[in-house]
């Protein structure tokens, strides 16, 4: 049975002279107003009231009839109201307490505009895309879908590479069932280990660069700030950046995938990775692992292919508890690899002894209709829309 998804297929594009030129006009436009309305919204709570997406827009109308701005009309509009789109929603997730206040957007940071169906056309015939004021564009597609596109972002990398990514409905053919279900413990100096006793490795893609970036960076702090050689150096140490960041995407991808095409429940627990960054001797290492964006991943392969992730809540005592006989003990530091039960006399391997217990939590959800000892526990299945 097929599964009906929303998927974002990335791929490379590369624009013309003339392309260039208005997309930088557009790219700018767009953190313009988003910056603007966000100055906005901030100085209306200042004074005790409230402006939401409406009352934005509306003071963009305004702002767009004043000479001094007329230069918005120059470009398409679509990406600058679905720049307000953007904020409304950076400011939902933080009053939902999903992630922090909205910050101003810089111009050297990656940079984007998103087009609606309104303002592009895809023929599926000829794989042409044409966006609006910049006509066809020049894509590799490296995979195939067969739906509309409903959304259009073009973006640009620090390093000066440009993207087009494609919102789409698509069906997943769902892996075959195998009858097997795994409990996952994450950390730092294994980046899984599993209740089966395997392990998958943390390959730790920040440290193998970090002699050449720290180099990178020292050579940047010499050059003149707003020179053609402090460019040329910010460039570098961006595309350094860059393949650090794919490296450990490739790797996660890789990973989740084997896990979810394996198991048919994954149990896992519900880390609190931004509470956890706060410890300034771990938040690098937590980082360079990104256990929230594997957890993540895991989270909508489950969906995509008919498989199911449980969160165990982030509070239950998987290390201090023995799998044996379910005593906890009181205190067990960090540093404590492995542990010799009290009550029992079973010697335990710290994280695979945790992997067990998730596991047997995330099961006790189905046999017991209750939770052991978590608050909560949270179950992801697969399923259509």
């Known amino acids: 049975m097929l ?72 470009v398409s509009s679509v990406p600058t109201q679905q720049s307000l789109r953007h904020l409304q929603t950076a400011f939902k997730n933080f009053f939902e307490k999903r992630s922090a206040y909205p910050s101003f957007k810089r111009k050297h940071d990656k940079q984007s505009a998103e087009y609606t169906r309104s303002a592009f056309t895809w023929n599926a015939m000829n794989k042409n895309l044409c966006v609006a004021q910049l006509g066809r564009l020049d894509i590799r597609w490296c995979r195939a879908f067969t739906s509309y596109p409903t959304t259009v972002t073009i973006t640009k990398s620090p390093s000066g590479k440009y993207f087009v990514t494609l919102v789409l409905d698509e069906s997943k053919d769902p892996f ?88 048919d429940i994954i149990c896992m627990e519900d880390l609190h990775v931004r509470g956890m960054v706060r410890n300034h001797h771990l938040a690098r290492s937590l980082s360079d692992a990104a256990l929230g964006e594997f957890s993540t991943m895991v989270g909508y392969k489950c969906q995509w292919y008919g498989k199911e992730q449980r969160l165990v809540d982030r509070f239950y005592p998987s290390s201090k508890r023995c799998n044996d006989c379910g005593h906890i003990v009181k205190e067990l530091s960090l540093s404590v690899r492995s542990w010799v039960c009290p009550e029992c006399g079973a010697i335990h391997d710290r994280d695979e002894n945790a992997s067990k217990n998730i596991l047997a939590a995330g099961q006790a959800v189905t046999a017991r209709r209750a939770t052991i000892r978590p608050k909560r526990i949270t179950v992801r299945k697969g399923k259509s829309r």
């Not at 943390?202 to 002699?211: I, V």
């Open 3 to 74: 599964v009906n998804v929303k998927v974002r297929y990335r791929y490379r594009f590369y624009p013309t002279p003339e392309q260039s030129r208005i997309l930088t006009n557009v790219f700018g436009a767009s953190r313009f107003v988003y910056n603007w309305a966000l100055r906005q919204r901030t100085d209306a709570y200042q004074v005790g009231k409230r402006m939401n997406y409406n009352g934005s827009s509306a003071a963009l109308t305004v702002l767009k009839k004043q000479p001094d701005y007329a230069w918005l009309n120059d």
């Open 176 to 263: 075959p069932k195998t009858g097997q279900s795994i409990g996952i413990d994450l950390g730092v100096l294994r980046l899984a280990t599993l209740s089966n006793g395997e392990t998958i490795p943390n390959p730790k893609h920040l440290n193998r660069y970090q002699t050449k970036l720290a180099h990178e960076q020292r050579n940047l702090s010499r050059k003149k700030k707003g020179s053609h050689r402090y460019e040329f150096q910010r460039v570098k140490i961006a595309r350094l950046h860059e393949r650090i960041a794919n490296t450990r995407q490739d790797h996660l991808h890789k990973v989740t995938t084997d896990l979810v095409r394996r198991f």
